[in-house]
């Protein structure tokens, strides 16, 4: 019994270092989020238990087909319900109007990880 505590207490201080260098990006929902994609050509968002890879490739004048939104990688059509995407300044992108759909681990070109929390308004319960 001793060995699985100890097994369990170095389990959880392991798991806990591992993400805390993790940077973590909140937002409210209805919010613009900006999103650090660097010198990367792309940014890459696993959003849902078993939903597929959405990659966003910014726009550089030789790609204007296929830049400019979220693609599904597995079936390569268009994320219909993705915010709106545009490269902002230096690096930036904003996420205009990001709902909880939109939480999910986000990977840039560069190798950078990172995760975004969309959390909704509270709405307190009705009065009696």
Avoid: H
Avoid at 34 to 41: A, D, F, N, Q, Y
Avoid at 46 to 74: A, D
């Amino acid at each position: 019994m001793t060995k699985i505590i100890l097994f369990l207490t170095v389990l959880y201080f392991c798991s806990s270092l591992i993400l805390a260098d993790v940077p973590y990006l909140m937002f409210m929902e209805g919010e613009n989020a900006e999103i650090w994609v660097g010198t990367s050509k792309n940014l890459k968002r696993s959003v849902g238990i078993n939903k597929p890879i959405q990659v966003y490739r910014l726009c550089n004048g030789n790609n204007k087909k296929t830049c400019g939104y979220w693609e599904n990688t597995k079936n390569k059509k268009k994320v219909v319900k993705a915010p709106v995407t545009r490269k902002k300044g230096e690096g930036y992108i904003v996420l205009r109007n990001v709902t909880t759909a939109d939480s999910g681990n986000y990977y840039n070109g560069d190798g950078i990880y990172f995760q975004v929390q969309v959390m909704a308004p509270y709405v307190p319960p009705p009065a009696s």
